[in-house]
């Protein structure tokens, strides 16, 4: 029997690259070509962020091997030995064995035989100041920008984004691969959302996608568009009513970037380059079509999601789930520096996490919530290299820095940003205010957490 | 391709239609005077296109009465002046109904008004309805508001709040449906006649067996010894018959022995099966149950089938069938079953898993079950749509997803979960999601019929179920142990709020409060009513019986070292003959259990053993009475480090260890490695009764080493006689349910403080043994539902839910939420304090919902249409606003499409009530595609009858029957500018040129159709 993904499928195939293009298309609210190149308000640079949501066990990622207090005392079950894991060369710092994959570009600055120091950074004890334990606020902070803040449901990559002519408003700036947008990437100009593009179309034939768009009216709000576009574009059902700003402008997006999404797949299936093999899972795909979309379209911010980290109960050592799950991580972000090789200098890979965890392990083979956790930063432009992770940052008993039981932040996450959005992206150190409220007034009263770790040139 | 813009004709389409004089009621629209294009303020722009309109001939007036600014019955220059004046000069404001409200023309004049975005002039009775039902529904069914105008709306609140509990009466769409995707268990008494995991002969089909291999006298002592289920390539087989797939291997053939009493004094006898795909049993040479397929046809002919018959018909193994076998074919004594079983034609699954039981049937009403997380995800759909309990329904669902749990979490410890003798209990997800899925419907069955009760009640029993128990981890909640993660999740989420008034130190606590809290297995008899099951909670574990030692460890047993074979063969080679029963074995040593050396447990030390000999040969009799008592046998046995048993001269296990050794294994076979370590292997001895005579019996072991140079080696063995309790119950077992255990051994028995510094200090003392440990998590469930900031989060939460979502406990704290709903809030805390015992929700929602009077902010015309519906909201809504059926498991896989996927949330924290989370573009597409498939009636799932609605003789045209459905969707209340676009959509063909609504063309319906799936995607339908 068909089912309804076949048949969705059959109509979203039929519709491939035939739907309304965008990048021709209405020239709603002066956007687009106007600004000039899409999505190039900065230059050519992108960015893509990977999501570990439920707290990465930080002290597994990334081992302080050089810490006496690292030990089976502590950690019974998922002490990793020093012969174990693997070596990172500053004498104190390893990655857990799982993370093999990234050594490659640890070591290397790019795979087309250039040797030189290579590009991927290993952030230890990052955090922010008195962190929250709870998912769901330090979730929201790590997103929204603003530690302490639980409202604000904004982020602080949409704001910095936001902020470069033209690009909110591009038909498809970039995307989160998932089916719901990160809070990161949410503001008050919507950003497409999907878990994958396959699915991402209107059902029914290209004529039929088309008649049911419609087109837009002829100034925004106006009441003379027609079909979907009409009505999206239109006159919302309650001038000023709750979620109208939020809702309409969302529509509009959807069929913009439902069109920019089924051209790029009509270009033809989509082979990896470079030898790059991505995690044969929900994450490896996704990772593939950000891939796919960063070559294709004009989209220079992606997002992912990659779950399995709050490991209360049986974490597993060198095998079982958190090893698992830092494989595919390592498998994914080696896949992608290979696969974006061209690219590879204007590109960065972040990964963030919400917490750390206890550096004793619990009753469970677990550990629960705790504070400071790990970041990697790739990209041609990276210095490689461990911060945070050596003598001169890791003081004696720092596994037991915060409330006894956990890492604290050495650097804030906001100044990670902060160093990508300058070095990286180019921006005005001024802006950071902006773009993370309270950046500054942070920034005077915690001056250590907020010095630069100098990871990009 | 091109953009392609706003046509004038499709400006000239709406207006034309518009215009013509069978349809003047449409051009009556609500507008507001002097706002002449329509931008909802009035200011210089207006005069300004009056003026383009008068003498430029601007087209861009779709609302004449609007620009008829003095109501004088036409456009002119008057108008633009009296604007001009209004705006400059403090000239008096535009003639009702003004520039500020929407409004109709109160002068009978000849212009009309055809686009605005006014809303309709929707009867604001009707509108007010249904209002009513999306928010304490899931939206009106084609009747409800003129149900509601009939009987009123306090009467409805009245009903709403006193649901009753129990089957809805007179709601047969319901019940047959509840009926359909549940099934029932018969209360019994189950017992085994032959036990899970029986030791069986076995030969593969690859020729046609002996024609006598079913009859009792067949001897199958060359046949392969093998545990059932027998099988391959879907986790539930214990004996891999890996040639199912490997070869074109058609059928296996299986036979064992088991004892009886009388079998015409047993209660009825079934075959308790787990088969795929055919198969055909015997029981002493007699077919007594074949398979068939699911509409009865055959699936095996010939009898017997032949070895090369393939299963006429797939069938997979999941839950176990029962076959009933009438008493007669049975003997008092040693009765023989056989059963040939037969795989579908390439297909590379099997299963062939039988075992014995007679079930006393009780006059209880069964157990209702939920067979798989499909069926269970149909129930918010199933009730959400047909049920009258609306406001209960959507309680229901508010708390199952406030106190959300997982049922795959559940599903995959149940499916792990391994009997006394080491076996899975459940061989397949199948099984396994009975269980879960069962387990959930009854917590979320729990929290819909109480969802207008108490909200201490929905806590206690959320804090003991099965479900959140698995779910939050609290089952790893040991005294040595604790394991924070329900104790955060029920102060974070379940009862205070986020950071709302505790700290870690009473996360701390509140984990020691629930150490112990765990969950077992009970028998039928032991199944309690909430809240007795949590305050007079089981305390022990499922297993437990009354032990007779028929063998004791230290004992004397007879031994021989093993320098040489005890009973060589004429070349030397082993036998078996020293474990026969009449074997003399007088000049056997003698000593007491345990026997061995180097560890410190044994009895009698072989000090000679280490490079001398690898084995050693003991043997024991024991006397058994009668083989075919009802009571349980038992052998236990720890070693070191590998042995092989007999009973009677028959080989009845080996340890894994010596699973490489020949048989039987010569006096040097060496074994693997294995310590003894005080956790015997357990070995049913009830499958060997067979074995037994009445009188004396004899156990006979070979012990290995793992080197002749091993300086440790250990025999423990121990048979029992066993008298299961009341308590007992066999995890095998279909009867019984998993309960709430509250397991005083892992009690933190200290004292401990909650809130402490608060006025809510919760004080436990120490010492508080046995089940009154129980009481620690009791006084802080009690705690939790009497704090006021519990009371505060869970009504901000039904204020969300309810009203609006511009309250939170932050608003709240900083006071920034709207001034109307802080003062709610403050009514619903009065309410919820009100009662003796407080937190009584419909007494909170009575307070919410005002039906007296109501006013108060739910019946704010400013918060209707003010909430994004949820996934569940969207589809329950539009299924019932056309009345479609919602039998459909697809309506689950859409809801996951749109981001939720109800009972099977990885995260605590359950789905948002605010808006902003449900908007997004996948969410949207999702949506759209849904709504335009079921009005599209393409899916047999969800059929709707557009007769219901329109009568195809009447020949409606496209104003009418925008009309039609404006009032079945939206109670009339679409703006003309909305309307316009439908009809244009609905008149514009795949050119996008004029097409005509032609009542008479067969295209009719399907087009009507296709307009209302655009409806449903308005933006408009979004909301509630």
């Not at chain 2, 199912?244 to 079998?263: G, H, Q, V």
């Not at chain 2, 345990?594 to 560890?599: A, N």
């Not at chain 2, 280490?610 to 070693?639: G, M, V």
């Amino acid at each position: 029997m068909l089912n309804r993904r076949d048949l969705l499928r059959t109509g979203g195939l039929a519709a491939l690259g035939l739907i309304m293009p965008p990048l021709t298309g209405p020239n709603f609210l002066a956007r687009k070509l106007l600004a000039g190149p899409i999505g190039a308000g900065t230059g050519a640079k992108k960015m893509i962020f990977i999501w570990q949501r439920g707290g990465n066990d930080a002290v597994n990622t990334v081992i302080p091997s050089g810490d006496v207090d690292y030990s089976q005392v502590i950690r019974p079950s998922l002490f990793i030995s020093d012969t174990e894991a693997l070596d990172l060369g500053n004498g104190f710092a390893q990655l857990h064995p799982a993370l093999d994959p990234l050594m490659e570009i640890y070591n290397h600055t790019s795979l087309n035989g250039i040797a030189g120091p290579g590009n991927l950074a290993v952030l230890h004890r990052i955090g922010y100041p008195e962190q929250s334990r709870s998912h769901f606020s330090a979730q929201q902070f790590w997103e929204n920008g603003v530690p302490g803040d639980e409202t604000l449901d904004e982020g602080f990559i949409y704001r910095r984004f936001a902020n470069v002519p033209g690009f909110p408003d591009d038909p498809f700036p970039g995307a989160f691969l998932s089916d719901a947008l990160a809070l990161s990437m949410r503001g008050p100009i919507p950003m497409p959302a999907f878990p994958a593009t396959e699915d991402y179309s209107f059902s029914g034939s290209l004529a039929e996608v088309e008649r049911f768009l419609g087109a837009l009216p002829s100034t925004p709000g106006g009441t003379d568009g027609s079909g979907f576009y009409g009505v999206y574009g239109g006159k919302p059902d309650m001038e000023g009513g709750p979620y109208r700003d939020a809702l309409m402008p969302t529509g509009v997006k959807l069929g913009e970037s439902v069109s920019t999404v089924q051209q790029a797949l009509a270009q033809g299936p989509y082979v990896p380059e470079n030898g790059a093999v991505y995690p044969n899972n929900t994450f490896g795909q996704q990772l593939a079509e950000i891939a796919m979309l960063l070559k294709r379209t004009p989209a220079s911010l992606l997002g992912v999601n990659i779950g399995g980290w709050d490991t209360h109960t049986g974490q597993g050592r060198i095998t079982g789930a958190h090893p698992n799950i830092l494989d595919d991580l390592a498998q994914g972000i080696q896949a992608l520096s290979r696969d974006l090789q061209d690219m590879w200098e204007d590109t960065i890979v972040v990964t963030v996490s919400e917490f750390g965890r206890t550096s004793i392990e619990n009753g469970s083979s677990g550990t629960d919530h705790g504070a400071g956790t790990a970041m990697f930063v790739a990209g041609g432009n990276v210095i490689g290299g461990v911060y945070n992770c050596d003598p001169s940052t890791w003081e004696a008993g720092a596994l037991f820095s915060e409330n006894d039981r956990y890492l604290a932040a050495n650097t804030d996450f906001r100044v990670v940003f902060a160093e990508i959005f300058q070095q990286h992206f180019g921006d005005d150190p001024a802006t950071m205010d902006q773009f993370m409220p309270g950046y500054d007034l942070a920034a005077a009263q915690y001056p250590g957490l907020f010095t630069q770790l100098g990871f990009l040139t | 391709m091109t953009y392609r813009g706003p046509s004038a004709g499709t400006l000239f389409l709406c207006l034309f239609l518009l215009l013509i004089p069978t349809v003047t009621i449409a051009s009556d629209a609500p507008f507001r005077r002097g706002d002449v294009n329509d931008d909802e303020g009035v200011d210089i722009s207006d005069p300004i296109t009056v003026l383009d309109h008068l003498f430029n001939g601007s087209q861009a007036v779709g609302c004449l009465d609007a620009a008829d600014v003095n109501d004088s019955g036409s456009i002119d220059l008057a108008d633009a002046i009296y604007l001009l004046t209004y705006i400059f000069s403090g000239g008096s404001s535009p003639p009702d109904p003004g520039p500020f409200d929407c409004g109709l023309d109160p002068t009978l004049d000849g212009i009309g008004c055809f686009q605005s975005s006014c809303d309709g002039a929707g009867d604001p009775a009707r509108v007010a309805a249904g209002h009513l039902m999306h928010r304490i529904g899931y939206g009106p069914l084609p009747d409800d508001v003129d149900q509601i105008l009939a009987v009123g709306i306090e009467a409805t609140l009245t009903s709403q709040l006193n649901p009753g509990t129990g089957v809805e009466p007179n709601n047969p769409a319901l019940s047959d449906l509840e009926d359909f995707f549940t099934s029932e268990i018969p209360v019994a008494d189950e017992r085994f006649l032959l036990r899970p995991n029986a030791p069986f002969h076995y030969f593969l089909g690859f020729e046609e067996p002996p024609v006598d291999w079913a009859q009792p006298g067949f001897d199958d002592s060359d046949w392969i010894v093998g545990k059932a289920g027998f099988g391959w390539s879907d986790n539930d087989d214990v004996t891999e018959i890996p040639q199912f797939a490997s070869t074109d291997l058609a059928s296996m053939y299986i036979r064992t022995e088991f004892i009886l009493t009388d079998p015409a004094v047993l209660p009825p006898i079934y075959l308790k099966m787990l088969h795929d795909d055919a198969f055909v049993a015997y029981i002493n040479g007699f077919e007594v149950a074949r398979s068939t397929n699911a509409n009865g046809t055959a699936q095996l002919v010939g009898n017997p089938p032949p070895f090369n018959q393939y299963s006429n018909g797939t069938h997979e193994a999941g839950i176990p069938e029962y076959y009933p076998i009438p008493d007669s074919w049975f003997q008092p004594g040693i009765n023989t079953i056989a059963i040939q079983g037969h795989d579908a034609p390439n297909n590379g699954d099997f299963t062939l898993d039988p075992t014995l039981v007679t079930q006393m049937f009780s006059t209880d009403p069964g157990r209702r079950i939920v067979l798989s997380d499909g069926n269970l995800q149909r129930f918010p759909f199933i009730r959400g749509i047909y049920s009258t309990r609306q406001l209960q329904t959507v309680l229901g669902e508010f708390w199952e997803n406030h106190f959300t749990t997982d049922e795959e979490k559940l599903r995959d410890l149940i499916r792990n979960a391994r009997n006394r003798y080491g076996f899975r209990i459940l061989g397949s997800n199948t099984a396994a999601r009975m269980h879960s899925a069962t387990l959930e419907f009854e917590e979320y069955d729990f929290f819909r019929n109480n969802a207008l009760g108490y909200f201490g009640d929905l806590l206690m029993s959320s804090a003991a179920s099965v479900p959140m128990l698995v779910y939050l981890d609290n089952i790893l909640n040991f005294a040595a142990e604790p394991n924070e993660n329900y104790a955060r999740e029920i102060l974070e989420l379940h009862s205070l709020g986020v950071d709302n008034g505790y700290t870690q130190t009473d996360i701390e606590e509140v984990a020691r409060v629930f150490t112990g809290w765990t969950v077992t297995r009970i028998p039928n008899e032991m199944i309690q009513e909430f809240p007795d099951y949590v305050t007079n909670p089981v305390t022990t574990g499922n297993h437990s019986w009354t032990t007779t030692e028929l063998v004791a460890i230290g004992e004397d047993w007879k031994y021989f070292k093993g320098t040489q074979e005890p009973t060589p063969d004429v070349v030397g080679g082993p036998t078996t003959a020293w474990t026969e029963l009449g074997y003399d074995d007088s000049a056997w040593l003698t000593g007491p259990t345990g026997i061995g050396m180097g560890d410190g447990d044994d009895a009698t030390v072989l000090t000679d053993m280490q490079n001398n000999y690898i084995s050693f040969y003991a043997r024991k009799t024991f006397t058994i009475n009668n083989p075919a008592t009802p009571d349980r046998l038992e052998l236990e046995i720890d070693y070191d480090d590998g042995v092989v048993l007999y009973l009677n001269g028959t080989e009845i296990a080996r340890s894994p260890t010596m699973n490489d050794a020949p048989t039987p294994p010569p006096f040097t076979a060496a074994s693997g490695n294995h310590e003894a370590v005080g956790r015997p292997i357990l070995i049913d001895l009830d499958h060997f009764r067979p074995l037994m005579i009445a009188g004396t019996n004899v156990l006979a072991a070979q012990v290995h080493n793992v080197t002749i140079g091993s300086n440790d080696t250990s025999f423990l063995p121990r048979v029992t006689s066993n008298v299961p309790t009341s308590r007992h119950i066999d995890l095998n077992n279909r009867q019984g349910r998993w309960e709430f255990l509250f397991y005083p051994a892992n009690h933190d028995t200290g004292a401990k403080t909650i809130f402490e510094g608060t006025p809510y200090q919760l004080d436990i003392p120490d010492g508080r043994l046995g089940v009154d440990g129980v009481l620690d998590g009791i006084e802080l469930l009690d705690t939790l539902a009497a704090h006021p900031d519990t009371a505060e989060f869970i009504c901000i939460k039904l204020i969300q839910r309810f009203v609006s979502d511009d309250i939170s406990l932050a608003s709240i704290s900083d006071g920034s939420a709207p001034l109307e709903l802080q003062a709610l809030l403050a009514d619903m805390l009065a309410a919820w304090f009100s009662t003796v015992r407080p937190g009584h929700i419909g007494t909170v929602l009575e307070t919410l919902l005002d039906p007296v009077n109501q006013q108060g902010p739910f019946w704010d015309t400013g918060n209707a249409r003010a909430k994004i519906k949820t996934p569940v909201e969207f589809i329950n809504s539009t299924l019932r606003s056309l009345y479609a059926d919602a039998s459909s498991d697809d309506l689950a896989n859409w809801m996951k499409d749109m981001g939720m996927d109800l009972f099977q949330r990885d995260e605590p924290d359950g789905y948002s009530e605010i808006g902003l989370d449900w908007i997004g573009t996948t969410t949207l597409l999702e949506r759209i595609n849904f709504s335009r498939r079921v009005a599209s009636n393409v899916d047999n799932d969800y059929q709707w009858d557009i007769g219901n609605f329109i009568d195809p003789t009447q020949g409606l045209g496209s104003i009418e029957v925008v009309e039609v459905f404006d009032e079945v969707l939206f109670q009339g209340a679409l703006t003309e500018a909305e309307k316009c676009i439908i009809i244009d959509y609905l008149e514009t063909d795949l050119d996008g040129l004029p097409w005509p609504l032609d009542p008479d063309a067969n295209n009719y319906e399907t087009r009507i159709r296709d307009m209302v799936g655009f409806m449903l995607s308005l933006p408009r339908w979004q909301f509630q």
